[in-house]
């Protein structure tokens, strides 16, 4: 008697390939931070040793969850 392996590997795959989208579902899920600036960086041009030079960078949040800055640090 000679038995089909093909449906056994077909349920086999779905089944894996189901529980290969069950985290990418659960993460896409859970609310993230999105910091969103209108510039990256600022070019000051040339600036004589001593001299302080300001400017502000506007970041605002548009995900769903806290945005946390840390760590920033001038080039």
């Known amino acids: 008697m000679k038995v089909s392996l093909r449906p056994i590997i077909v349920k ?6 189901i ?3 069950i985290p990418v579902v659960a993460v896409a899920a859970q609310p993230s931070p999105k910091a969103v600036a209108a510039a990256e960086s600022y070019d000051f041009g040339t600036v004589l040793e001593g001299n302080d030079v300001i400017h502000e960078f506007v970041v605002k949040n548009t995900g769903d969850a806290p945005l946390d800055i840390q760590n ?3 080039g």
């Open 19 to 21: 529980l290969g989208i």
């Open 12 to 17: 086999i795959s779905v089944i894996v390939m």
């Open 72 to 74: 920033v640090r001038t």
